[in-house]
Structures are given as structure tokens and as C-alpha cells.
């Protein structure tokens, strides 16, 4: 699915550490698998590529990386409390 090589032996491509949340990561891996990637490795470049190549989609990813913040740090709300905060819970 991707057109970047993944020969480990390749001297132009260079390796990263990435650290995410376990939660957060059973979500990609989930996620690769269901839309036909090779290997997490592919996905992550993909969508780094979509990306870099696609700035405009990047308020989305901007939003999912300050989620991640958010709920790392215990900021997040249940679905009860969405809906009594906006008044939701009676349509």
C-alpha cells in the first residue's frame, strides 16, 4: 500500500522513537489492520506522507494529539456530563 521502502538496510531512511499512549496505540493498530496496511510501520508513514502532503487535514490530527493530552491528564468528560454541560440529555 505504501510506495516508501521498508529494507531496514536502506542508508536514506532514518529510524524514530515514538511514544504514545498503550490506548492510544491499540487504536492504530486496530486501525492498520482494518484498512489493509502491511504493517504499523507502513501506516504511520502513510499517514505522516497524507499529512505533510495534505496540510489542510492537519487541524484533525492537531485536535486527536491534544485528546491524547487531555485524557492523559484526566480532562475528559463522560457522554452524561457532555450532555447536562450542553443540555443535550432531553432531545
Known amino acids: 500500500m505504501s510506495d ?4 531496514g538496510n536502506d542508508p536514506d531512511i532514518d529510524r524514530i522513537n515514538l511514544r504514545i499512549a498503550s490506548s ?4 492504530v493498530d486496530e486501525t492498520w489492520k482494518e484498512e489493509g496496511f502491511n504493517s504499523r510501520s ?3 508513514r502513510y499517514a505522516l506522507r497524507e499529512l505533510v502532503n495534505h496540510p ?13 493530552v487531555q485524557y492523559q491528564q ?16 432531553n432531545e
Open 24 to 27: 492510544f496505540l491499540a487504536d
Open 74 to 89: 484526566g480532562e475528559t468528560m463522560s457522554s452524561d456530563e457532555v450532555q447536562r454541560q450542553y443540555d443535550r440529555g
Open 4 to 7: 516508501a521502502s521498508t529494507n
Open 42 to 44: 507502513e501506516f504511520i
Open 56 to 68: 489542510e487535514g492537519a487541524g484533525f490530527w492537531k485536535d486527536v494529539a491534544v485528546g491524547e
